[in-house]
T-cell receptor
Framework: NAGVTQTPKFQVLKTGQSMTLQCAQD?????MSWYRQDPGMGLRLIHY???????DQGEVPNGYNVSRSTTEDFPLRLLSAAPSQTSVYFCATRSDHSSGNTIYFGEGSWLTVV | GENVEQHPSTLSVQEGDSAVIKCTYS??????FPWYKQELGKRPQLIID?????GEKKDQRIAVTLNKTAKHFSLHITETQPEDSAVYFCAAGLWTSYGKLTFGQGTILTVHP
């Protein structure tokens, strides 16, 4: 199993451009989420999903959209990139309720907005 | 919402020494406290976690303690090794909160041979 797969791994965008970070998982986990990691600020939750067709906002949702049409995929869309969105983005999944809140991260996507 | 403070931001120890990282949280409803280790350029990986129904949990050289009354929890690494060098993050949240965790700011641990 691949686990959690993120693409692209590295991306440079110009201010105002849009793009989608892809996240796919093959563990049949219901819960998926996106975090961003900035120096000195730990990881902050952007959006999360508790299942196909259901999404909700996290701590820092502005400037990002998500959708969950299938269990496997949870893409993160940057609508109009800004330099403040330069960060490392991690997709994360969590297995079912009985396993609690243990989350597993993808390998990360490094995004630079110039 | 939850707020997690982590200290120290950097920690330097000699190989074989112990290392302690401390976190405080603000929401008394939080009942799940994981610790993640992140090596340079890699993803965070869970190393140990604790639920609020226990006060301490150990896994070989790693232990976590929890004081619910004071709302703080700590990571203890004994007999440190150079491969323990990494960034460590604490987090707090609800056991059933769908992957929603609030993270501390991270501690850069350096173990000198």
């Amino acid at each position: 199993n691949a686990g959690v797969t993120q693409t692209p791994k590295f991306q440079v965008l110009k201010t105002g451009q849009s793009m989608t970070l892809q996240c796919a998982q093959d563990m049949n986990h219901e819960y998926m989420s996106w975090y961003r990691q900035d120096p000195g600020m730990g990881l902050r939750l952007i959006h999360y999903s508790v299942g196909a067709g259901i999404t909700d906002q996290g701590e820092v949702p502005n400037g990002y959209n998500v959708s969950r049409s299938t269990t496997e995929d949870f893409p993160l869309r940057l609508l109009s990139a800004a330099p403040s969105q330069t960060s490392v983005y991690f997709c994360a999944t969590r297995s079912d309720h009985s396993s609690g809140n243990t989350i597993y991260f993808g390998e990360g996507s490094w995004l630079t907005v110039v | 919402g939850e707020n997690v403070e982590q200290h120290p931001s950097t920690l330097s120890v000699q190989e074989g020494d112990s290392a302690v990282i401390k976190c405080t949280y603000s929401d008394s409803a939080s009942n799940y406290f994981p610790w993640y280790k992140q090596e340079l350029g890699k993803r965070p990986q869970l190393i140990i976690d604790i639920r609020s129904n226990v006060g301490e949990k150990k896994d070989q050289r790693i232990a976590v303690t929890l004081n619910k009354t004071a709302k703080h929890f700590s990571l203890h690494i004994t007999e440190t090794q150079p491969e323990d060098s990494a960034v460590y993050f604490c987090a707090a949240g609800l056991w059933t909160s769908y992957g929603k965790l609030t993270f501390g700011q991270g501690t850069i641990l350096t173990v000198h041979p």
